[in-house]
């Protein structure tokens, strides 16, 4: 990122979740609700873990915003993570409580084992809890700044889940309005937007717990409103596509990212696999297609913009998978965590939050200014021809 940063601290049952987001233009009148409504949409969702009946997440503002308006300084957003004070001796930045048993044996999936031997630790706490993706709490709070500025330029985002196991989704959501999508999806409990497919989706999830087993699934993001020419096809860390997907892939969790066709533009003639171009007085050039998902040599077309991503099946199992204990080097059944039997809905909306994030990183970029008028004006000049 270049001209909106962020960084994240905080460990999944320690005290408090932080972030700072640097590069917001002054000027910008922000809703504290706005972030509160993001940061509830993450905690929702089927199949998710009696955490989130602890947690009520909230976001606070320690600075960079005045009368609810931001300054242009960093903006940093705590979060507090209620469940701390049931681990409070566990989390503890100083004291180690006289009775202590490390966690030693890793899950298959998690960053359990390679994080504990990158770092050298022998207690897997020390890795686990900030590899969480209790993390992307602060994520959705920083994007949902991101997305209240790009709102200002009628820039819209919305997700809904597409797959769960094999329970697939049949709705063609480009059809429909971004608000409909936004809002069909927030109130199905699977934020999917095919009745029959949620069914089934939450068929797969109560399997999932009975079997003491996990599910994946595939989200899917699209972003409207979007001006031409954001990113760049002149060098590889200017490309919109590959920090959007730079961006997704470090949700936790997450293992692949398609735009529009994706990878089933592997199986079609070029005369199948391109949005054709067509040209209208006062209305521009446009296309009648997304397939390739609005971004073409790594900058943005004007289009929708489609990205679907595909999230794992969370690696903590209530049954759990074989391991080996890092300090005995025995065989034994990995360490179980309480966690989520399905995190894809929760994810579709960190998958929001992140493209944010980027988006208004590359708008800032194309359209620079100290504040929000000075953006506006540039905005508005920019060449359609
Ligand atoms: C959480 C995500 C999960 C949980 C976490 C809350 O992250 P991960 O499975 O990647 O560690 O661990 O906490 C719990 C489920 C718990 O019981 O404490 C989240 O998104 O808030």
């Not at 705590?78 to 681990?87: A, P, Q, V």
């Not at 490390?102 to 630790?121: E, F, N, Q, S």
């Not at 809905?345 to 960190?350: E, H």
Request: proline letters at 4%; one cysteine or more; aromatic letters at 6%.
């Amino acid at each position: 990122m270049s001209r909106l940063r962020y960084l994240t601290a905080g460990e999944s049952h320690g005290r408090a979740l932080v972030g700072i987001l640097e590069g917001m233009p002054a000027g910008l009148e922000l809703s504290l609700e706005r972030i509160n409504h993001e940061l509830s949409r993450r905690q929702g969702g089927y199949g998710r873990s009696f955490r989130q009946k602890i947690e009520h997440d909230e976001a606070q503002i320690l600075a960079g915003v005045r009368f609810g308006v931001t300054l242009g300084s960093p903006i940093a957003v705590l979060i507090w993570n209620r469940d701390w004070k049931n681990w409070e001796g566990l989390m503890d930045p100083w004291h180690k409580p006289a009775e202590y048993k490390p966690v030693t044996v890793p899950r298959p999936g998690h960053a359990d084992l390679a994080g504990a031997l990158k770092y050298g630790h022998r207690d897997l706490r020390n890795v686990l809890e900030r590899a969480s993706a209790r993390e992307t709490a602060v994520r959705v709070a920083l994007g949902a700044i991101a997305r209240q500025f790009l709102e200002r330029f009628q820039i819209k985002i919305t997700s809904h889940v597409v797959q769960i196991l094999d329970a697939q989704s049949r709705v063609d959501a480009l059809s429909l309005p971004p608000e409909e999508i936004t809002a069909r999806a927030d109130e199905s409990p699977v934020r999917c937007l095919d009745k029959a497919a949620e069914e089934k989706m939450i068929q797969r999830i109560d399997e999932a717990q009975k079997k003491r087993d996990t599910v994946g699934g595939v989200f899917e993001l699209l972003a409207t409103g979007l001006p031409v020419g954001l990113g760049s096809y002149v060098h590889w860390d200017r490309k919109l596509h590959a920090r959007i997907a730079q961006a997704l892939l470090s949700i936790q969790a997450m293992k692949a990212v398609e735009f529009g066709l994706g990878r089933e533009v592997a199986e079609r003639w070029g005369s199948e696999a391109h949005d054709l171009i067509y040209y209208e007085e006062g209305r521009g050039f446009y296309r009648q297609t997304a397939r390739a998902g609005g971004i073409e040599g790594g900058v943005s077309t004007g289009g929708p913009l489609v990205i679907r991503v595909a999230m794992k099946p969370l690696s903590t199992l209530m049954r759990p998978l074989d391991s080996v204990d890092m300090i005995t080097k025995q065989p034994v059944k990995a360490h179980i965590e309480r966690s989520d039997v399905c995190a894809v809905p929760a994810a579709s909306v960190v998958g929001e939050a992140v493209l944010a994030l980027v988006l208004a990183d590359a708008f800032l970029e194309k359209f620079s200014g100290d504040s929000l008028p000075e953006i506006e004006e540039r905005f508005l000049a920019r060449r359609l021809v």
